[in-house]
């Protein structure tokens, strides 16, 4: 027979294939196929590449081909023989599709885009043999052959899903793996079952390719407990008969060159610790409840089951089973479980302010885990003890300084597990105390009141010896030196007024003070109430007085009142170059040095003498100069050794005013930080246009001081006139 | 600092191909291919999800370093052979060529100093405290007496760096930071670590705000440090004008202004900041609550001393450590400067130890009848010990001691500790005879008590996995009950 006669028989074969190929896939439900076809259908993969191959190469050729001439005896032979393929790897498609379990919606458009394929083919051989505007139009035969290649391409795809899964044609993710990273979850908590811990993710990473929802072969699932108990085709395989053993169980043990064998030769096999805690599951009975918490620690299922891990190729997510707590946290209210894989919970109120009930009446979703509840400092009523009352496994409860009352507590007396609960602060009276621990089983109790002393209490404990108590002091009995005020006020130079603020930590305490160096007393010295304004030059003491506490040490604070300004101010020698402050300036700022001298604020002085002059425009009348004047002895700043004063009217000529000498000697024991004021008194009518001050610091450091011998640093600032 | 340096300092090679992918076609369409191929590994957050890895046996801690070196011989570690040889020269046997800091290696002699201090025992234990510490001795049988503890650094700060962060290299994280990455806040108004520091009369070693520090862990687990002025927590009081409202509304547009400009530049600092400014907000209202001395009744005062009432004093920060951490702050760190008696000591000492024992002494009697004392560890000690013989002129009532790294006390209460007095030093309190504990083994052990394996709490940093225990640290069973 040459190629015309073939051409003529299968063209022909086409009309009666065709016609059948739509009646099995019309009636596919309905069709019934033996053993021969079956395996006939398993040429489907080997045949598709033929017609597609063909089918891909007509259309490139119809688009490529613009004036359509090649011959017809070349083309016809062609567009006849893809035709066929096509029908014919049709039907052995809907024959295998009879075979295995596949994704429904895949084969649905696989059939009926393969059958398009077979009937567009079918189609070309009489479009290209008698349509003669076909023929004539490039075109329409480009427009066609869009169509068919998009045909081709489209539904092949999805045969190529259905048989190497959905993401055939991705990015490959891994070099060297053709699947994707299958992401496992492994629950590790004791609180899962055992199912969850092992296997699940054993089926999920080695038989739910073949038996999941994408591919349902043997239409069995082994995705869901579900799905596994409802079996496949064969029926269970969960459980064994008398002679026989579970189907899973058998197919797994079978030999890997037997036919029935899972998973299939080419497959990933199971490992032999799979194997094991597959078999001795399903030997126990196939148990989806049972917890890993529930077995005994030294049957060898949960042993294996313990550690079991999937392999390499998987990514392990670590997870646990439990509820998300997600929605019971808030700024105010932490919820943990007490680490990680338990079920226990830890609760945790913060910020009174805050408190709303329905938080924790939320938590009664989770009343039987929550076994820690810190609700200290919260606004509590009796309705919220009712709800605490319902957290049946609660061990630890912390209800310091709430606004309990004792009588409220009884609901938490029915805690059975209740082993710790602490009542710092609550007000109670004895009598209620003893009410409240009549009856009680509470192992541990944490008390401390502000009315009832640790004696009392010890006494009223020692009548119930099962519980141990810790009982807080309240320390009546001490009794401490309270801790002098703090004075709210930086500047200690009064212009025209100063107003001062004291403040003191502890409440209930009085503030007692002088203005004239007199140590405050309990009885005469005014008591400070909201702002002391100072007008004038004062020392200023202060104390304070609670009853209970011995009375604070007195402190002192000098305020200078700054009467005269001098018209103009200068500096005759130089400060040291790194203490330089602001010149001649930083003595008449109304700013005091404050306690570090590299602040700025002071003028150093150490190698030049320290001289400056004070003029005013008209002679003026002076009876008194500070000066303000660090000391830090570990930093060799030492105090003034004497300041003298010499006055002039013409601010050539001086005469000699004053000489103030400060004599005192610095011992190791002195002092090491302080500041100090050192007064010039001038005699009565001093009266000059200018005055220039000659400041002398300390030549040599005492033998005691590391720097001995060496000259000391002076600091200054500040300088006011009276 | 210049932005775009900063910008540049934050860059790495995941971030610049994860940023370039969306900018370019191709790189695009490769992500569309294979979801997750530019996404950064999730494998260190994984960690947070995880811990503790078992029952926490403390929930707190809270860190009361003594900076500057207390001298255990004379606090705890009790030497009457000290006393006996007062003057004799350290014998070679014992020194065994331990090398020495700058300040004695040129010394001629090394005479051996006994504490001037009386000793007497505490507790059910037997636990030896000298007469500087009245209040802490009764606290021996809740005190976990470490004599044992030694150290590498011999110098204040490496030392110090290496109990802070596990290296005496810096740029590690802090302990605290490592907590707070590891277990969170649990108080979300709050930092998870807070430092806080105050300052004694003797001579003291400054501390920085880099033992404090994050390391290479994000900037939102750096410690905060609290002023010691009156406010603890500087601007928290928004001006008369500004309602709470108008903050929220300012905020919720600065924070708009950060996600755009994170968009942009992808600085991962970004999003710590707008955590930050978060946190704050939320600060404003929880920092006074908790601070507040007005809650507090009178006993707490008379317990701390009233120099608890001083802001900035150790009492002070006692306190506030306990208000801090029953209010759920992961990790309180104090320090105390003033412990570096290499002159003066008897006196210096005893002015340091008036600062440090009634209010230590109050922290561990208040966690305790608060029922917290369980949950929260308290841990005291310094970066080294001092040594047994006497640095510059030895006389009968007046001596100094120089660093000593191979043996010290620490102790350490609550939080799942077994109270009692552990290893034990030689007669002359130079070397260890039993239970030696390293820094690392410390730090694994306070980890093993937080519920934490610290041999697999890791962080991936350059190309390696950090801990805090570096390569080392075992736990030390026969510290924890």
Known sequence: MNLKKWTGFVNNALWVLNPFLLLIAFFNEKLKLGVYLEWFGKMHPLFLHFPIVLGILIGIYYIVDKKGNVASNILHPILVGNAFLASIVAVLGIFLSKQDGYDDALIFAHQWGGIAIAMIGWALIYLQQYNQRFKSSYILRVEFAMVYLLVIIIFTHKGAQLTHGASVISFPQKEGTSENTQVIKVVTDSNATLYVRAVAPILQQKCVSCHGANKVKGELLLNTPENIQKGGKSGNILTADKDKEAMLFERIHLDITHKKHMPPDGKVQLTTEEVAILSRWIKAGGDFKIKMNELAKTDSLFLLANKYTPANNTKVEVKTGLPDLAEYNSNYCAVNYLYHGSDAIDVNFFQGSFYSRDVLKKLEDLQDQVVRLNMQGMPLTNEDVSIIGQFNNIENINLNYTNLDLKTLEPLKQLKKLKLLSICGLKFTESELTNFLKGSTIANINIWSSVIGKTQLEKIAARYPKTKFTIGDNLESQVLKINPPTIDQDS????????????????????????????????TSPIYKNTLRLTRNTNLKIKVFKPGWISSDIIQRNFYKSEIRPDSIYLISSPDQKYLGDGARTLVDLELGGSNFTNKKWLGYKDTTMKFMVNFKQPRVLH??????????????????????????DGIRFAKITEAKFPYELTQKDVMKDIKTFTVDFPNNTSFKHYRFTVLNVKKLPVWHPGKGTTAWIFVDELFLN | MNEFLEHGLNQNRRKFLSKMSLGLGGLALGSLMAPGLFNASNEDELFANVLPHFAPKAKRIIYLFQNGAPSQLDLFDYKPQLQKMHGEELPASIRN??????????????PLAGTKFKFSQHGSNGAWFSETLPHLAKMADDMCIVKT??????NHDPALTFFQTGSQVGNRPSMGSWISYGLGSENKNLPA?????SKGKGNGQGVYSKLWNNGFLDSIHQGVQFSSGEEPVKYLTDPEFIKRGDKREILDEISALNQESYKEIGDPEIVTKIQQYELSYRMQMAVPEITSLQNEPESIVKMYGPECLVPGTYAANCLLARKLSENGVRFVQLYHQGWDTHGNLPAELEGQCKDIDQSSAALIQDLKQRGLLDETLVIWGGEFGRTNYCQGALTKDNYGRDHHPKCFTIWMAGGGVKPGVHGETDDFGYNINSLPVHVHDFHATIMHLMGVKHEEFTYKHLGRRYRLTDVAGNVINDLIS
């Open chain 1, 492 to 523: 200690s130079i009064i212009s025209k007024f100063l107003d001062v603020k004291m403040k003191h930590m502890l409440n209930g305490v009085t503030i007692r003070y002088t203005l004239n160096g007199v140590d405050p007393d309990s009885l």
């Open chain 1, 624 to 649: 008194q100069a500070f000066l303000n004047s660090l000391i830090d002895v570990g930093s060799y700043v030492f105090p003034i050794v004497s300041i003298s004063v010499e006055g002039s009217n």
């Open chain 2, 193 to 197: 670590f807070c430092v806080l520091l």
């Open chain 2, 97 to 110: 060529g331990q090398r020495l800091t700058g300040m004695t290696a040129n010394q001629a002699k090394f």
């Open chain 2, 149 to 154: 503890i030694y150290t590498e650094a011999i």
